[in-house]
């Protein structure tokens, strides 16, 4: 059980009326070092006069069945390192992201049956799926044509369009897709890491699966009697296939490596005629990656850089002066330092923590993060995250999104009791 309190201090915050927000929480997590049936990491939190912020965030939730000391099937939602570049960047390429807030996003498993061997210098994963969960975002209500300012970690679209040289209000319609239409979506993968994990390592992936995010379309029309815009949204699943390959050499308590993914986009046409809509193109991304952990302190570097990826709107409503209505890359190239801490004061007092500076020049942006927790006994703890964010505008050359929560600088603060 937890209890924290959520501040934005940002002087130019203007996403809510309020500025500090109160939260009860609670998570579910079995050992992961225990051998077991069940496992399970399951958090969620409700804010106090604020229930748009509520989350509940199913990380993992799986059955496991060992045919022997080398083999299992696993059954549900499980986190498994398909790529490095994806879970080291919290991209979520691969495995879908719990982005309750965006700034720092959380890992969350695939869905469906796997099968996996693990053998001293080799490990195979195959897994295969009838449905999928998209990433997990920010909650968002729509009453009486607008966005309810409710959460100030959703972006809402533009409020108002220009008709005839004035500012005219939207009214935005949202078509709810069929939950089983988008539930019901098959995906397939598999995973081939080889080598000594204390020297050479290397690890090929590949899955076709529907992408973590949804594909959005839109279509307007002027209300004349009310001289306002109504803009209806549709959101739609659509495929990619994700092929990785990560090479590592670890020695002594130094680990270097390099990691990519070539994403390539299902070209079927997802949309009917009348609606704008989002097209999606082919991306290679790039990871080098150097660390040195001595079980104490550690430190790492790391580069992100993305090729292509780009989105274009076809359609009436297009306009290619204009960021995109969604992102599929939260950017397209940073370069990160962290340091991170696992301090032992005593047999029960210990400290936990990790700091980050992340930056880059062609998304003009910085971004520092902050977490850490201080153990004071078995059962009780403190907490603490922070994240301050500089960034340019968001435009059609510079689609960061990153850029979208730069006023909303966040400081958290709480107590957590273990059972």
């Known amino acids: 059980m937890k ?27 079995t050992d992961p070092f225990e051998e077991g049936t069940l496992k399970m990491d399951i958090s969620g939190g409700v804010a106090v006069g604020a229930p748009l912020l509520n989350y509940l965030n199913i990380s993992e939730f799986y059955v496991q069945n060992r045919q022997n000391e080398n083999e299992s099937f696993i059954l549900g939602r499980k986190r498994i390192l398909w790529n490095e570049l994806d879970a080291r960047w919290d991209l979520g390429v691969w495995e879908p992201l719990f982005k309750w807030n965006p700034l720092s996003p959380e890992r969350q498993g695939l869905s469906g049956i796997f099968w996996q061997m693990d053998k001293p210098y080799y490990t195979m994963v195959l897994f295969a799926s009838p449905f999928y969960l998209p990433d997990q975002g920010p909650s968002f209500e729509i009453e009486n044509g ?10 809402r679209p533009p409020e108002s369009i220009r008709i005839w040289s004035e500012a005219t209000a939207i009214d935005y319609k949202f078509e709810k897709p069929n939950e089983a239409q988008v539930v019901m979506q098959n995906s397939f993968g598999m995973k081939l890491s080889f080598g000594d994990p204390q020297s050479f390592r ?25 001289l306002k815009g109504v803009v209806d949204l549709q959101p739609q699943v659509f495929y990619h296939s994700l092929a990785g390959a990560d090479v590592t ?19 079927d046409e997802i949309f009917e005629e009348q609606w ?41 409503l297009a306009n290619p002066g204009r960021a995109s ?30 700091i980050s500076y992340t930056h880059s020049q062609k998304n003009k942006f910085d971004l ?40 909303n600088d966040r400081f958290m603060v709480g107590a957590a009791y273990v059972f």
């Not at 704008?276 to 580069?303: C, D, K, M």
């Open 276 to 316: 704008t809509h989002p097209v999606f193109e082919e991306a290679l991304l790039i990871s080098p990656f150097i660390e040195w952990n001595n079980g104490r302190y550690g430190i790492n570097f790391q580069q992100l850089d993305i090729y292509g990826g780009d989105i274009k709107e076809e359609g009436e």
């Open 325 to 354: 209505l969604m992102t599929r890359y939260p950017y397209k190239q940073a370069q990160q330092v962290a340091f991170l801490t696992n301090y032992n004061f005593s047999k029960s007092r210990r400290l936990m923590g990790k």
């Open 3 to 29: 209890l924290f309190s959520d501040s934005f201090i940002s002087p130019a915050f203007e996403a809510t009326q309020k500025t500090n927000y109160q939260f009860i929480g609670a998570q579910l997590k």
């Open 368 to 407: 520092i993060r902050l977490s850490t927790r201080l153990r004071l006994s078995a059962m009780w703890s403190f907490i603490g995250e922070m994240q301050m964010v500089k960034a340019d505008s968001m435009t059609a050359e510079n689609q960061s999104e990153i850029s979208q929560f730069v006023n």
């Open 146 to 155: 607008s966005f309810v300012k409710g959460n100030p970690w959703f972006r």
């Open 202 to 226: 290397g690890q090929l992936s590949y899955t076709y699966k529907p992408a973590n995010q949804l594909a959005i379309g839109y279509q307007g029309n002027l209300d004349v009697a009310q």
């Open 249 to 267: 050499y670890k020695i002594n308590q130094w680990r270097v490596g390099l990691s990519g993914i070539l994403d390539r986009p299902n070209k």
